[in-house]
């Protein structure tokens, strides 16, 4: 294939050559590929239909492909500068679904969930291209999260199953977007074969970012199951497979940030800071616990917080309290509808009921306690006496109604 240089295209299509720069870093060119600081252009590419003109309002409403190949375009290199994110969503004016996709995926991080339903329902009901009904199918199962609504959750599976695939490649990719709605349960099996392994050749390349974010779960989620003794794999117990999770994200989050690649960033670093805490490195956790912060305030991505205050305990908020306070309050405030709507659909989804009444300290304790640590290794974690300790195993047991080997049934 032959390439042009910007200042050639520029010319050819009468832009600024920051202007074709823009279209470029805005995934607005078919084929252009980044190398070093330059870009080359296809020789056949075509100039992008402005938004703004007359032929592009013509064309909004047509099914065209989004800018990447991936049910999530926030977790692409689409968004790679903390605080843009409004800007980035302006700059998808010139295709109606990636901008209207986008925004509800921006709305879902800042814990504005009726926009995310609204938008997730439109997109829907338009009978968008494959990769905007699977993202609209996975945003509506995010929202039955938060609203704790188990109707809401089969209607969003059902509607990624019936996206239209048109060969393998797009049904190894809904076969990835089932499970991933599954993990935000903790469920992990229906995962392909393909998936467990790490290797992502499946899907297609823009989907990485997404794809890793989601296999971090995966392992977190399984090395919760293996500590909790819900899920037995042979020479494995306790928190030994935890221990071993940081050795994979670590690389994955130095990719994200070598890709600028911000939001999947964000979720990867804080998996893995709950992977630390879990395994009581708080120092580590803390280590991205702030980065994350660093990334996600400049935009009031607060509902992603408060997804990982139930993994992160009280962490979250000694460190986001210390750095902004009316921030700490906000997503306090969400976190709360995350936590009753979560367990809401957790317990329905899984036939038991979660617990809400319990206070951080509590839930941290009970969460030791199924992991099969004694008394005294849950005080040294927590710096807490044991006295201490076998009072809030007492409370537990009490607002439960279960045995200390039952804890794992209600977190």
């Known amino acids: 294939m032959e390439y042009l240089k910007i200042c050639e295209v520029a010319k050819i299509w009468g832009l600024s050559e920051r202007g074709v720069q823009a279209l470029c870093a805005q995934g607005k060119i078919e084929g252009a590929a980044r190398f070093g600081r330059s870009w080359m252009i296809p020789k056949d590419a075509k100039k992008p239909i402005d938004g703004r003109t007359k032929a592009g309002k013509t064309r909004e409403n047509a099914d065209m492909p989004l800018p990447r190949k991936t049910p999530f375009l926030y977790m692409t290199d689409l968004y790679h500068t ?132 989601y296999y971090a779960k995966f392992l977190y989620a399984v090395a919760y199951s293996v500590a909790t003794g819900a899920l037995k794999l042979t020479g494995a117990e306790g928190l030994y497979v935890m221990a071993s999770v940081p050795y994979t994200l670590e690389p994955m989050i130095c990719w994200a940030n070598e890709k600028e690649t911000v939001m999947s960033e964000i979720y990867l670093r804080l998996t893995c800071a709950s992977v630390y805490h879990n395994c009581g490195k708080d120092d580590q956790a803390i280590r991205h616990i702030d980065r994350a912060l660093a990334l996600a305030l400049p935009d009031k991505f607060y509902g992603v917080l408060a997804e990982y205050c139930r993994a992160l305990d009280s962490l979250m908020e000694k460190r986001l309290s210390l750095i902004d306070e009316e921030a700490w309050k906000e997503v306090k405030a969400f976190y709360k509808i995350y936590n009753e709507g979560w367990s809401r659909l957790s317990g329905a989804v899984r036939g038991k009921k ?37 009072q809030a195993i007492r409370i537990i047991s009490e607002k439960s109604g279960l045995s200390r080997a039952d804890f794992a049934a209600i977190l």
């Not at 704790?148 to 060969?167: L, V």
């Not at 992991?371 to 974690?381: G, L, T, V, Y």
Request: some cysteine.
């Open 82 to 213: 903390p605080g843009t994110a409004d800007s980035v969503g302006e700059s998808l004016s010139y295709n109606h679904e990636a901008q209207v996709l986008f925004e509800a995926e921006v709305a879902y991080s800042r814990g504005e969930i009726d926009k995310v339903y609204e938008s997730a329902n439109y997109l829907l009901g338009k009978h968008s291209g494959f990769y905007a009904v699977l993202s609209a199918g996975m945003l509506l199962a995010m929202c039955a999260v938060w609203k704790g609504d188990i109707n809401m959750w089969r209607r969003a599976k059902i509607h990624i199953s019936e996206a239209p695939a048109k060969n393998d490649y797009d049904r190894d990719t809904m076969q990835l977007a089932i499970s991933a709605v599954d993990i935000m349960l903790y469920n992990v099996k229906s995962f392909p074969k393909w998936f467990q392994t790490g290797c992502f050749e499946p899907i297609h390349k823009d989907a990485y970012p997404a794809a890793k974010v």
């Open 354 to 390: 979660i617990l809400t009444t319990l206070s951080d300290k509590e839930r941290e304790i009970a969460k030791l306690a199924a992991f099969k640590m004694s008394n005294q290794e849950i005080a040294d974690n927590l710096n807490l006496t044991v006295p201490i300790v076998k």
